[in-house]
């Protein structure tokens, strides 16, 4: 079990990305998805998270500029990023509750991370 993250890149302020992050291998179901990210030199910290129902939270930095969204069909979660800063600038992971085995224990598994540079 894995998630695949696709969709970072440089861009240029006040540009949009969209990142892509798919569970991929064999599973039962997911439950919350979310994106973190890591700026240099910074810890790892919250962007965003989504239940499976659809509930959405939200760091303060990426209200209003970012949108949270999956796919449950797909096993997939995107962030739509919009308006995007230097300060943006991180690697971007995400991070799945996954059932591997059917029997209700979720666990958390993680994105390789995707770089998004935001230039000024």
């Known amino acids: 079990v894995q998630p695949v993250e696709s969709g970072g890149g440089l861009v240029q302020a006040g540009g949009s990305l969209k990142l892509s992050c798919a569970a991929t291998?064999?599973?039962?179901?997911?439950?919350?998805m979310g994106w973190y990210r890591q700026p240099p030199g910074k810890q790892r910290e919250l962007v965003a998270t989504?239940?499976?129902?659809?509930?959405?939270n939200y760091a303060d930095s990426a209200k209003g500029r970012f949108t949270i969204s999956r796919d449950n069909a797909k096993n997939t979660v995107y962030l739509q990023m919009n308006s995007l800063k230097p300060e943006d600038t991180a690697v971007y992971y995400c991070?799945?509750?996954?059932?591997?085995?059917?029997?209700?224990?979720?666990?958390?598994?993680w994105g390789q991370g995707t770089q998004v540079t935001v230039s000024s």
């Open positions: 991070n799945i509750e996954i059932d591997p085995t059917g029997w209700g224990e979720f666990r958390v598994y």
């Open positions: 989504i239940t499976r129902g659809g509930s959405t």
């Open positions: 291998g064999s599973f039962f179901s997911t439950n919350t």
